[in-house]
Nanobody
Framework: QVQLVESGGGLVQAGGSLRLSCAASGLTFTNYHMRWYRQAPGKERELVAAITSAGRNINYADSVKGRFTISRDNAKTTVFLQMNSLKPEDTAVYYC???????????WGQGTQVTVSS
């Protein structure tokens, strides 16, 4: 059974930092590209950051470039999202997503709430 378990969310003041983690189990982690998405109240879910299976290619949404960093530890089957210089508009539920290479198989985590106060 595949599980993606996010942690690290919380309440932080604007300008602060948080580090999200997503621990994966039940899958061969190195066969999956990983992404972070977020969804704010009343808005569509949006892609925040993506990292390929070996970590060679990384992409960010324009809104988080220069502030967020995605990384992965394949030995620990975990993907991270370091979020710095947080803004109130970063407030959302953040979701981890695993996409199997060359396949339509994909999995979502349950989400973790990030709230940035002004």
């Amino acid at each position: 059974q595949v599980q993606l378990v996010e942690s690290g969310g919380g309440l932080v003041q604007a300008g602060g930092s948080l580090r999200l983690s997503c621990a994966a189990s039940g899958l061969t982690f190195t066969n999956y590209h990983m992404r972070w998405y977020r969804q704010a109240p009343g808005k569509e879910r949006e892609l925040v950051a993506a990292i390929t299976s070996a970590g060679r290619n990384i992409n960010y949404a324009d809104s988080v470039k220069g502030r967020f960093t995605i990384s992965r530890d394949n030995a620990k089957t975990t993907v991270f999202l370091q979020m710095n210089s947080l803004k109130p508009e970063d407030t959302a539920v953040y979701y981890c997503y695993a996409q199997r290479i060359g396949s339509l198989y994909a999995y979502w985590g349950q989400g973790t709430q990030v709230t940035v106060s002004s």
